[in-house]
């Protein structure tokens, strides 16, 4: 370490302690730190509570001048003001809910270099009164928050973020550092690419969350499910329920409210001032549950939420783990539960083929999909498959249930290779798709008024699976779609086609262990005592 880097450090840590009140940096915020107040850019990678806020007040507030925090976040730029200002930090934000004489006080005090940090919002700096404005003041730094914004694969895209590249090409000479919890090797080569960080130093946490015990089970009765989790193991406690859409949102709530569960609804649907309100009742009072669509959650920092539960299906991986990302932030016990069922994966990709976009992003919002039915259906350990999908290896964590309870595997081959004959000769000879309900009627024999209208009696496939029982077959269809030997048809009926890989199958080429679909309480004692 040169003499530079040794005072650098020196400073920082002075800050850390004078400023923030805290002893000592955690995981590689020193690092980031001393290598933005050299001038270096960064690319940082840490998990929502991992950190990143000090990776760029602290060097904003050793270098000279202004730092520049670019955020979506509007709602938040007022609180993370007031926060810093409390700690004695000059610092200001920049954004539409502003009105125009308080914007330019703004403006003028920043010209006069009396600011530590400034939040503005992209749509915000990208204007050309922003771009004369910063040009005329001293820049200690920008600082791209919530930086996957920039990929228009990822679940939050925002155009104003493509703009942000520009920022290279006018201020060279300024350090970058770009912060994102999400972080899929695409995700981060996007980030890089279009936000022109070709030269800067990659700084990637761990993602796992050890006191996240996480619990996938199949759907059944769902309300019952939630009921039980939230009776016998979080009775009590904060927490945050998932729905896929605003409707279910407000019947869940409601339908808690009735069992004497204190819930609140949170989506885009209600007013500002109601989901304001239940926004700060969440975050202030105990034993609430939050029922909710994704809307909810981005910057919010409740540090004991007990528990996050999906009561349908995530669309992706990535979007899975923010969200259960938000439990268990005082790194003490806390449980990610997801109830998930066929008619999820059916729903999710009609919604898919009905997106609007080219064909090269259906395909990745199917690959999304697909990888997020192979986490729910593996039988190995839950928490390897997570962060193996961020690209992180560790060894099977003991708390998941299928180390806590190992799921047991029997050999499915024969079951799929019923399955798929039954819908290739459906297909085949009637020249008709049709969806799981009555490929499993034919599986297994029942003359149901459909059966017997269409003659499918007369199939040699018909009956031939009484054995499995219904459930049993929907876990098999399940499997099948989540290894991809089956599909879920474009048509947007969800209607059932083989792929390339059924024939290996049906052939006898492949043997296909199977999750054998069972009751498996996790025993609460065993999760939490861990
Ligand atoms: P992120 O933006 O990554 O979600 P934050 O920057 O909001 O995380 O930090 C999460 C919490 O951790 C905050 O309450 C913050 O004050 C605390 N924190 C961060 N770094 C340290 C540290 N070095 N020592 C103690 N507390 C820290």
Known sequence: ???????????????????????????????????????????????????????????????????????????????????LTELGVRAAYLNSTQDWQVSRDVEQAFLRGEYDLLYVAPERLLTDRCMQLLERGQIALFAIDEAHCVSQWG???????????????????????????????????????????????????????????????????????????????????????????????????????????????????????????????????DGLVMVATIAFGMGIDKPDVRFVAHIDMPKSVEGYYQETGRAGRDGLPATAWLAYGLQDVVQQRRMIDESTGDDAFRRRLGSQLDAMLGLCETIACRRVGLLQYFGQTITACGNCDNCLTPPQAWDGTVAAQKMLSAIYRLWKERGQRYGAGHLIDVLRGKKTPRVLEHDHQELSVFGIGPDITEQGWRSVLRQLLAHGLLMVDQEGYGTLALTDASRAVLKGERTLMLRREADRPVRPSAARGK
């Open 155 to 285: 679940h939050d895209f925002r155009p104003e973020y493509l703009g942000l590249s520009m920022l290279h090409e006018r201020w060279p000479n300024v350090p970058r550092i770009a912060l994102t919890a999400t972080a899929t090797d695409v995700t981060r080569r996007e980030i890089v690419d279009r936000l022109a960080l070709t030269q800067a130093s990659h700084f990637v946490a761990s993602f796992d969350r050890p006191n996240v015990r996480y619990h996938i089970v199949e759907k059944q009765d769902v309300r019952k499910q939630l009921l039980q989790l939230l009776r016998e193991e979080h009775r009590g406690d904060s927490g945050i329920v998932y729905c896929l859409s605003r409707n279910k949102v407000d019947d869940t709530a409601a339908y808690l409210c009735t069992q004497g569960i204190q819930a609140l609804p949170y989506h885009a649907g209600l007013g500002t001032a109601v989901r304001a309100q239940n926004q700060s009742r969440f975050l202030r009072e």
């Open 1 to 83: 370490v040169d003499a530079g880097g040794v005072s650098s450090n020196k400073s920082a840590r002075r800050v850390l302690a004078s400023v923030f009140g805290y002893e000592s940096f955690r995981g590689d915020q020193a690092a980031i730190v001393e290598h933005v107040i050299e001038g270096g850019d960064a690319l940082v990678l840490m998990p929502t509570g991992g950190g990143k806020s000090l990776c760029y007040q602290v060097p904003a507030l050793v270098r000279p001048g202004t730092g520049i925090v670019i955020s979506p976040l509007i709602a938040l730029m007022q609180d993370q003001v007031d926060a």
